[in-house]
């Protein structure tokens, strides 16, 4: 199995940018479809950005859309996720996901995801 751990997270100003990382091992991260999910206080956990074993297709919550990339390092087993324009809104905890190695779509569903990081906290100040 692979094991996820995230990093990058801190505290921003409004407007500012951050990039998250989600280092693997254990496996290769590019045999995984991966995502990206959120958790703020007293709400659910979110989708916000995933991305095919094979790269080509990424998706986006409507509410990062423009801002978030989503991107591979598969030189140094990670993926990333560079968030821009950060608003106080998108304070939460991140955490990324792997799915199975035989699922190589990205999706916008958490239980379609059987690897989780344990988090990290962006926080973005008004």
């Known amino acids: 199995q692979v094991q996820l751990v995230e990093s990058g997270g801190g505290l921003v100003q409004a407007g500012g940018s951050l990039t998250l990382s989600c280092a693997a091992s254990g496996r290769a991260l590019d045999s995984y479809a991966v995502g990206w999910f959120r958790q703020a206080p007293g709400k659910e956990r979110e989708f916000v950005a995933a991305?095919?074993?094979?790269?080509?297709?990424?998706y986006y919550a409507d509410s990062v859309k423009g801002r978030f990339t989503i991107f591979r390092d598969n030189a140094n087993n990670t993926n990333s996720l560079r968030m821009n324009t950060l608003k106080p809104e998108d304070t939460a905890v991140y955490y990324c996901?792997?799915?199975?190695?035989?699922?190589?779509?990205?999706?916008?569903?958490?239980?379609?995801?059987?690897?989780w990081g344990q988090g990290t906290q962006v926080t973005v100040s008004s």
């Open positions: 996901a792997a799915r199975g190695p035989n699922s190589g779509g990205g999706s916008r569903r958490m239980d379609e995801y059987d690897y």
């Open positions: 991305i095919s074993r094979s790269g080509v297709y990424t």
